[in-house]
């Protein structure tokens, strides 16, 4: 079935560097992407979103690729602190789909080494 | 200021029991939506209401589960006979407009566990 999914369960990086969390998606019609982070015991905090008729979009310490020919969503962190440490969610929704409910993956969780 | 609250934040019931999980949104947010998280999963849509109207509810797992919003601001998701498979967090988000492709803001969620 139609899903948003992710290429890696857990990433380990070193604080200081760069991370990489990827994120593919099967519906074409999708239109409208979304990171949240989500810290133990908490509910996901909105990070960073991106319409179709993007490629690209930076905030802070953040940015989020879209790759529409190959399905494809990336969130990059620059300088990951040891505050990143959390389980990272892409979600999906569709313009004119069921009123805007969103469908998530299942989730990367980043550990960041001091 | 305030984000979206939710209470209780844990619930621990005897399966066959009722329980009812509340949601005070944003204050001035028109949709409202419920989710369930099961451990090590993402969230799965169950709901969503526009003010006090319900104009989704085909997440809903079965007829044990029921949503309102009756004045269009707080939201109770009830679980009537709870089982051991309802066991999981309960999320509530909101946000501002009522068209797709806006921000939802979560809540904290309430954990239940169902025995």
């Known amino acids: 079935g139609e899903s948003v999914g992710l290429h890696l369960p857990t990433l380990s990086v070193q604080e200081g560097d760069n991370s990489i969390i990827n994120c593919a998606y099967s519906?074409?019609?999708?239109?409208?992407f979304i990171w949240y982070k989500q810290e133990s015991g908490k509910g996901p905090q909105f990070i960073i979103d991106i319409r179709s008729n993007m490629d690209k979009r930076q905030g802070q310490r953040v940015t989020v690729l879209l790759n529409k020919t190959v399905k494809h969503l990336s969130l990059q962190i620059a300088a990951t602190q040891p505050g990143d440490s959390a389980v990272y969610f892409c979600a999906e929704n569709r313009y004119g789909g069921s009123q805007g409910n969103l469908i998530f993956g299942k989730g990367t969780k980043l550990s960041v080494k001091p | 200021g305030a984000g979206v609250s939710q209470s209780p934040r844990y619930k621990v019931a005897k399966r066959g029991q009722d329980v009812a999980l509340r949601c005070d949104p944003i204050?001035?947010?028109?949709?409202l939506f419920w989710y369930q998280q099961a451990l090590g999963q993402g969230p799965e849509f169950l709901t969503y209401f526009q003010n006090e109207a319900q104009l989704d509810k085909s997440g809903l797992p079965s007829d044990r589960f029921f949503a309102e919003r009756p004045e269009g601001s707080v939201s109770t998701l009830k679980i009537q006979r709870t089982q051991q498979e309802d066991s999981a967090v309960y999320l509530c988000a909101s946000s501002l407009g009522q068209a797709n492709q806006e921000t939802q803001y979560f809540g904290p969620g309430t954990r239940l566990l169902v025995l």
């Open positions: 204050s001035g947010h028109v949709s």
């Open positions: 519906n074409s019609a999708s239109d409208y």
